[in-house]
């Protein structure tokens, strides 16, 4: 009776069993939340897993408070170079964000120091996550690069209330609420479209803004915003589960970092009379 495989087959059942709720205790015991003094709140995200100390312990987290009085203006850094192309992407809500995410790295690039990152996905804040001057916007759009060698690159466009955004058109809709955990085929999509200029930016050293809050993370925010509809700005939090619709970490501390402002050199034209 012992090796009977009716039992056997029983036993290994109940051990799968056991372990598939295991992690599933231990995955809702990691998921995080945007809401302060919440046990699962930004304050305790480096608490919720041995993955996440970085968030707190960090010394270059993001989002910052980006102070025009204390940056570095320089031109030193150059025109952000960018070399997108059209590419097949699926748009996830994974609960916490809408995010497009490209199937394949032929979605092309920016270049930073002669370094390709090659564009992953582009997700929204609501409101910004970083803020200037103290301001906070009505969104921010990330859009998430990494290297051959595994390093990040952010780029961040802010956003105000104002005309709709014309590439959050393509797919921004009331189906959207439709979109699960598995996601959407978007067809072909061009990162291109999302337009922006790369001549005036600010630059820092940061980290992720969600769990596991990696560090290292080379950022992009461009000084020029853009405009989103009302609608837009709704459709983005209905679509997120009940108590997202704020997705924004707190401004984290600059412990000592240089933030850029990068702006190209004023050209001096010359007076013949």
């Excluded at 919720?48 to 970085?54: D, E, H, K, P, S």
């Excluded at 032929?106 to 996905?121: L, R, S, V």
Aim: hydrophobic letters at 30%; aromatic letters at 10%.
């Amino acid at each position: 009776m012992g090796n009977n495989p009716l039992i056997i087959l029983i036993i290994s059942i109940l051990f799968l069993s056991s372990q598939t709720i295991s992690v599933a205790r231990e995955s809702e015991e990691t998921k995080f939340s945007y809401i302060r003094g919440a046990e699962n709140g930004p304050e305790k995200w480096g608490k919720l897993n041995t993955n996440y100390t970085l968030c707190n312990a960090g010394q270059m987290q993001s989002p910052i408070n980006i102070d025009d009085s204390t940056v570095n203006v320089t031109s030193k850094f150059g025109e952000l170079i960018q070399r997108y192309e059209p590419f097949e992407a699926r748009i996830i809500n994974n609960g916490n964000s809408l995010q497009i995410q490209w199937t394949s790295d032929k979605a092309g690039k920016i270049i930073i120091n002669g370094t390709d990152y090659f564009i992953q996905n582009c997700h929204c804040h609501t409101p910004s996550e970083n803020t200037v001057n103290g301001k906070k916007y009505d969104m921010e759009m990330h859009l998430v690069h990494k290297s051959t060698k595994d390093e990040f690159a952010a780029v961040s466009l802010l956003f105000k209330i104002g005309e709709p955004d014309s590439f959050l058109g393509q797919f921004l809709n009331s189906s959207i609420k439709q979109v699960g955990r598995n996601g959407a085929d978007l067809g072909v999509l061009n990162p291109r479209k999302i337009g922006y200029e790369g001549k005036k930016y600010y630059r820092f050293i940061g980290s992720l803004t969600t769990p596991p809050c990696t560090q290292g993370v080379i950022w992009t925010v461009i000084k020029k915003s853009k405009t989103l509809s009302q609608d837009q700005i709704k459709l983005l939090k209905e679509a997120v589960d009940d108590g997202y619709e704020k997705n924004a970490r707190p401004v984290q501390p600059l412990n000592g970092r240089t933030v850029y402002l990068n702006q190209p050199k004023e050209r001096r034209c010359r007076s013949y009379f």
